[in-house]
């Protein structure tokens, strides 16, 4: 059974930072590409970053580039989210994901997510 459980979120002030991590068990996490997307209240889902199976290749919206940095350690099965300078407008539920094929943006493209974790940015 296919497992991606993401911690880590949190209520914090503006210009703060959190430290996502999503635990991934259940299928061969090496092999992976793996991408954190986020919902606010009343929108889409929206795409934050990608990183590849090697973590030799990352993206990044536009909204979070140069505040929020995405790494795995496929030794631990587990992907992160460092976010740093956190806006108001970043408060979402974010969802870490699994893709067998090559990294994307596309949210349907993906074959596996995890149930969420509430960050909400105070201002």
């Given at each position: 059974q296919?497992q991606l459980?993401e911690?880590?979120?949190?209520l914090v002030q503006?210009g703060?930072?959190l430290r996502l991590?999503?635990?991934?068990?259940?299928?061969?996490?090496?092999?992976y590409?793996?991408?954190?997307?986020?919902?606010a209240p009343?929108?889409?889902?929206?795409?934050?970053a990608?990183?590849?199976?090697?973590?030799g290749?990352t993206?990044y919206a536009?909204?979070v580039?140069?505040?929020?940095?995405?790494?795995?350690?496929?030794?631990k099965?587990t992907?992160?989210?460092?976010?740093?300078?956190?806006?108001p407008?970043?408060?979402?539920?974010?969802y870490?994901?699994a893709h067998?094929?090559?990294?994307?943006?596309y949210?349907?493209?993906?074959n596996y997510?995890?149930q969420?974790?509430?960050?909400t940015?105070?201002?």
């Amino acid at each position: 059974q296919v497992q991606l459980v993401e911690s880590g979120g949190g209520l914090v002030q503006a210009g703060g930072s959190l430290r996502l991590s999503c635990a991934v068990s259940g299928l061969a996490f090496s092999r992976y590409a793996m991408g954190w997307f986020r919902q606010a209240p009343g929108k889409g889902r929206e795409f934050v970053a990608w990183i590849n199976w090697s973590a030799g290749s990352t993206n990044y919206a536009g909204s979070v580039k140069g505040r929020f940095t995405i790494s795995r350690e496929n030794a631990k099965n587990t992907v992160y989210l460092q976010m740093n300078s956190l806006k108001p407008e970043d408060t979402a539920v974010y969802y870490c994901a699994a893709h067998s094929g090559g990294a994307t943006s596309y949210a349907t493209m993906y074959n596996y997510w995890g149930q969420g974790t509430q960050v909400t940015v105070s201002s």
